[in-house]
């Protein structure tokens, strides 16, 4: 059975950092590109940052390109997103996602059950 | 980026129902959309994928269709456990992908 499992969220000031965490487990972690998509409180889907399955490519949305980094260790089937400079807007459930798909057209088949990052003084 | 845009944003039907969600992309995207069905509180679950492919495990109530811009998403007798927020994406353009805003399906 497929299993993503995020962790690290919490309480953090602005201009704080945070890593989250999303273990894998179920599918070899090692042959999947894997995605964080957010969602702020009572807001809809934000696609945030992906990463390759072997992690040589990224990719990251405006709103955090600089501040974010993704990055995966496939020896732990562990996927990551360290967070950086942190503002009120940041605030949102955090999603690990896998994709499916073929030749660069990519959905998402399975979610984690998401972890909440709190932006507040 | 391709702008997706649902409507209604949301609505209220009743159980036995058939009801209809209109998804519309900026652009023309082929058939590379995906619709999502959220509950309160739980993450996304895929429901259907290139606009009309039912993800395995999903009740054949729920189906697709479309291409281009313009796509359905259609639950032919609503269930109460069908009563939640959907969301439609698309994967043309990948990074990034976008999500429509959510129709919100409520009981009436």
């Known amino acids: 059975e497929v299993q993503l499992v995020e962790s690290g969220g919490g309480l953090v000031q602005p201009g704080g950092s945070l890593r989250l965490s999303c273990a894998a487990s179920?599918?070899?972690?090692?042959?999947?590109?894997m995605h964080w998509v957010r969602q702020a409180p009572g807001k809809g889907l934000e696609y945030v940052s992906a990463?390759?399955?072997?992690?040589?490519?990224?990719y990251y949305a405006n709103s955090v390109k600089g501040r974010f980094t993704i990055s995966r260790d496939n020896s732990k089937n562990t996927l990551y997103l360290q967070m950086g400079s942190l503002r009120a807007e940041d605030m949102a459930v955090y999603y690990c996602?896998?994709?499916?798909?073929?030749?660069?057209?990519?959905?998402?088949?399975?979610w984690g059950q998401g972890t909440l990052v709190t932006v507040s003084s | 980026a391709i702008r997706m845009t649902q409507s209604p944003s949301s609505f209220s039907a009743s159980t036995g129902d058939r009801v209809t969600i209109t998804c519309r992309a900026s652009q023309g995207i082929s058939s590379y959309l995906a619709w999502y069905q959220q509950k309160p509180g739980k993450a996304p679950k895929l429901l259907i994928y290139?606009?009309?492919t039912l993800q395995s495990g999903v009740p054949s109530r729920f189906s697709g269709s479309g291409s281009g811009t313009d796509f359905t998403l259609t639950i032919s007798c609503l269930q109460s456990e069908d009563f939640a927020t959907y969301y439609c994406q698309q994967y043309y353009s990948y990074p990034p992908s976008t999500f429509g805003q959510g129709t919100k399906l409520e009981i009436k």
């Open positions: 996602a896998r994709v499916r798909g073929s030749s660069g057209h990519y959905y998402f088949d399975y």
């Open positions: 179920g599918f070899t972690f090692s042959s999947y590109a």
């Open positions: 990463i390759s399955s072997n992690g040589g490519s990224t």
């Open positions: 290139a606009a009309s």
